[in-house]
């Protein structure tokens, strides 16, 4: 999927006329190209190969433990507005003779938050591929984010944050392997 950034830039002219705007004053002569540069940047997890960003980053590693990066950054695009949702992502899994290297989950995440997305989506996504790149035992995905679109309008609840999570494989079917996911990814909600 390519991104037509001329028609972005005019369309964001046009947008700026109907909201009543000059697109030709000092601070928005450059504002549709702007928009345009942005909106490539924050879709760009469209036309990201994920093969290409692992790039064979996975290891051999005869471990059965459970692994856990916590704590990643979120920025996304609510489509139901286009305005951003950000938070924390936590990712275990329990590996079957392979583990990522540990960049690759916060890229992993990165390429499915720069779509327009549902905060639900994005925690499936992230569980399958995780799941699914190294053949899991189990996979647990938590995320947490605050919703712009709650907080500047419509409801205007500025504390409000949504939690979604993904379980798969051990995580769905064993309680203990839940709550160690949820244990060690520690508290939330501060």
Known sequence: MNIDVAKIEQLTRELLRALG???EREGLVKTPERVAKAMAFLTSGYRTDMSALINGAIFTQTTNSMVIV??????SLCEHHMLPFFGRCHIGYIPTGRVFGVS???RLVDMYARRLQL????TEQVSQA????IDARGVGVMIEARHLCMMMRGVEKQNSEMVTSSVLGTFRDSEATRDEFLALIGPRGT
Do not use: C, T
């Open 130 to 133: 995780v799941m699914e790149s």
């Open 70 to 75: 916590k704590n990643i950054e979120v920025y």
């Open 119 to 122: 905060q639900e989506r994005l």
């Open 21 to 23: 705007e000059d697109p």
């Open 104 to 106: 690759k989950l916060a």
